[in-house]
């Protein structure tokens, strides 16, 4: 699929520049021809004092918010786009209050604030949010290893830091030798950044005087998001998940499983929350209508048919555990023991204890809705690329001439003017970064469980699966980490051990995700004319810079916060729980005893080849029958892993995107296009950035000292949608009243 049909939002910036910038030697893809200007300015000042004061100070900022949100029940990421936003208007003041002076060979202000600049600080702001992650993967593991609710280790806060430098930075040394297959030639787009590319040609164009000017609005917009934060956050919390289903039937656990948005299927939910309705699934603002519809259609599916089906069934004896959960219990329908089975240093399986305790069961949602539809969308995303892009991908590979020369386009030839970069620099990345891993991992073999050669193995992986991954991004805009892939691989390879799955991950997926997110912007440097030492300089001191601030603010949070990673409350980690659940299921246990030959999950591995066929019919069809216009929008991969957040996201956040969403993306731009196109993505920015600012200010003004929220009925502790029966089983005899004291015994 194309850009335009990817991101059909995008047109509305494409339209105002369809007749110009247009040449003999243009780039031969449409969409690049109608977006990219061909002209470059190679004198105007880039790193210049505003670009590193306000890149550093955005990064800082964002890598801290994104980290103190990971750990809230409702995370969200403050994206780039707010960092976008922000960032133009800083650069124009420093820009009008600045003297025009020199401090040694330093300019303090060298004139208007420029588009490259402004490219520059963006690519800041997108390591402060971790390329949209919002924060290092490495995190995590930190995270599991120092809370006491899961390995209770204490790393030590340099090797931590340590750990996420590394694991941040070891994939821009394979990308950037990638570079030349999959930056330089014509063929290898990158869809992504058209919207990039416009977005910045209309910030920095003139605007109409009609009206509110996007700073005016953007100023509006943050205040009030800023104000009504207040709200949910100390005030009224019910409202980030209004289940009315739930008042009406105070003792019924099945309409509370149907009606709670946080526990249950979330018929009806809906929150007045802009953290809940952005979090785990991006801004809704951003995101295409085609992709709304795909990922709705997937959750609704998944949430309102395949589940009540399995869990009224009684599949996998469903009944016994609460009908969403990503948690590990016993067939007793109480949880799950991890420590039970473990060895004297903590971290190591004991078959014998094992073999006593028994195996640890999945609720329905986790076994097949979560693992189940994530085994199907691996191989639905290679078959669909296959069916749908196949020809393209090759052709235009073959058009980039791997190991050789390729015709180069405008953009190149003008990109040849900045000094190239030098191979060595990315071979002593690499290799800095494989001899520090290889310390580490010696070092404390004890803690991170991987040895030499599977750290090697972990960077093998990782070197073999980037160039794929990166080709299929760079022409079909389709990017799924192979998270799930390593994981499945490890259990298989290494099990019994919880926590060297997650250092075998970060090293494997996690150096993927860098790679391709390294190059995605290299390619917008390409585009926007951007010296490539600049951009690598940039790229590598905002992502060790972003990495530092994440370790601080986990490493205080530890401290600070008692309740941190509780069952319940707002600090509940979930993003923790869910991987410490597939360090257990995966590191632990293994493949082979939880989805294999001897596992209780085994009919799972079918979603293989459900995934590998399902997106055949629709292909076919779509061939048969070409004026089936709608077959074009089905995206099967996006509908498989649209609930892959589900659990730990809930329905309410799926009901509220989506229906905003529709509002702004559908509605609006629809029957107010030109409000849309000036405003959406400012207010999207607006809103990110009031939360970002309010979020961390409400903690330590009103909740830091007297530790919660007003207490009344809107907050109602620790089930604010007021649905405590909804975590409830309903097989007879179930008895969990030990932990959950409200369930009845049926």
């Given amino acids: 699929m194309s850009t335009l049909r990817l991101l059909d939002e995008a047109e509305v910036f494409l339209e105002d520049y369809s007749k110009e910038d247009r040449g003999d030697a243009d780039s031969p893809i449409e969409e690049v021809h109608l977006t990219v200007p061909t002209t470059d300015t190679p004198d105007m000042r880039m790193l210049t004092v505003r670009t590193w004061v306000i890149g550093l100070l955005i990064c800082g900022f964002l890598a801290f918010v994104n980290q103190f949100f990971w750990f809230r029940s409702s995370p969200i990421t403050v994206s780039a786009l707010a960092g976008q936003i922000v960032s133009l208007y800083l650069g124009r003041m420093m820009a009008s209050w600045l003297p025009d002076k020199k401090i040694g060979p330093i300019e303090l202000n060298p004139g208007p604030f420029n588009i490259k600049e402004h490219v520059l600080i963006t690519v800041f702001a997108g390591c402060g949010s971790a390329f949209g992650r919002g924060n290092a993967e490495a995190i995590q593991l930190v995270t599991l290893l120092n809370i006491p609710k899961f390995f209770n280790k204490s790393l030590n806060f340099s090797v931590a830091v340590l750990l996420v430098s590394t694991t941040q930075t070891l994939g821009y040394g394979m990308a950037g030798l990638l570079r030349k297959y999959v930056v330089d030639p ?240 990315f071979w002593a990345l690499l290799l800095v970064n494989i001899a520090l891993s290889l310390f580490m991992m010696k070092s404390w073999e004890d803690t991170f469980q991987i040895s030499s050669s599977m750290l090697l193995l972990a960077i093998g992986m990782s070197c073999a699966l980037t160039l794929p991954i990166a080709i299929i991004t760079a022409t079909t805009n389709q990017f799924e980490g192979p998270g799930a892939l390593c994981d499945f691989f490890y259990g298989y390879l290494a099990p019994g051990r919880v926590v060297g799955l997650n250092s075998f991950r970060v090293y494997a997926a996690g150096s993927v995700v860098q790679s391709v997110v390294f190059l995605r912007d290299f390619k917008l440097a390409h585009y926007m004319k951007i010296p490539p030492r600049n951009m690598f300089l940039v790229q590598v001191v905002g992502t060790l810079l972003a990495g530092f601030v994440n370790v601080f603010c986990a490493y205080w949070l530890y401290e600070a916060e008692p309740l941190l990673c509780a069952e319940s409350g707002d600090w509940t980690c979930p993003a923790a729980t869910n991987g410490f659940s597939v360090a257990t299921i995966w590191g632990l246990i293994g493949t082979r005893r939880m989805f294999g030959d001897i596992g209780r999950y085994k009919n799972m591995t079918w979603m293989f080849l459900f995934g590998a066929i399902a997106p055949i019919p629709f292909w076919a069809l779509a061939k048969m029958s070409p004026k089936l216009e709608f077959l074009k929008w089905v995206h099967l991969p996006v509908v498989l892993s649209a609930v892959k957040p589900w659990p730990p996201a809930t329905p309410v956040n799926f009901n509220s995107w989506f229906l905003v969403g529709f509002i702004f993306n559908f509605v609006i731009f629809r029957h107010r296009r030109p409000w849309w196109k000036r405003y959406n993505y400012v207010l999207s920015a607006a809103l990110d950035t009031g939360i970002a600012i309010a979020g961390p200010l409400l903690f330590f003004t009103l909740q830091y000292e007297k530790k919660g929220r007003l207490v009344w009925w809107g907050n109602s502790h620790p089930y604010v949608d007021h649905c405590p029966l909804a975590i409830c089983p309903t097989a007879r005899g179930i008895n969990v009243t030990a932990t959950n004291p409200l369930c009845p015994v049926i």
Avoid at 362 to 383: E, K, P, Q
């Fill in 186 to 425: 014509p063929h290898m787009w990158w869809p992504s950044t058209m919207v990039d590319v416009a977005l910045f040609r209309a910030l920095h164009e003139k605007e109409p005087s009609k009206g509110l000017s996007r700073i005016q609005f953007f100023l509006i917009a943050t205040v009030m998001s800023f104000a009504w934060y207040i709200v949910p956050d100390f005030f009224f919390a019910t409202i980030t998940s209004l289940s009315w289903i739930c008042w009406m039937y105070k003792d019924s656990v099945t309409a509370q499983q149907l009606g709670s948005g946080i526990n249950g299927l979330g018929f009806g939910s809906i929150a007045l929350d802009w953290a809940t309705i952005s979090a785990y699934l991006s801004s809704p603002l951003s995101t295409p209508w085609f992709t709304l519809v795909n990922v709705y259609v997937g959750f609704f599916i998944a949430a309102y048919i395949i589940t009540p089906l399995c869990y009224w069934y009684d599949v996998y004896k469903a009944q016994n555990f609460p009908i969403i959960s990503n948690k590990l219990f016993l067939l007793n329908g109480n949880r799950y023991n991890v420590k039970q089975v473990l060895d004297a240093g903590g971290l190591d399986l004991d078959l014998e204890k094992y073999n006593a305790y028994g195996p640890p069961e999945l609720s329905t949602s986790y076994a097949i809705i979560h693992w189940g539809l994530v085994f199907a969308y691996i191989t639905a995303a290679f078959t669909h690329v296959c069916l749908w892009n196949g020809k393209d991908i090759y052709h235009r590979f073959m058009s980039s001439r791997l190991g050789g020369k390729f015709k180069p386009d405008i953009h190149t030839r003008l990109m040849q003017y900045y000094p190239e970069i030098p191979s060595w620099w």
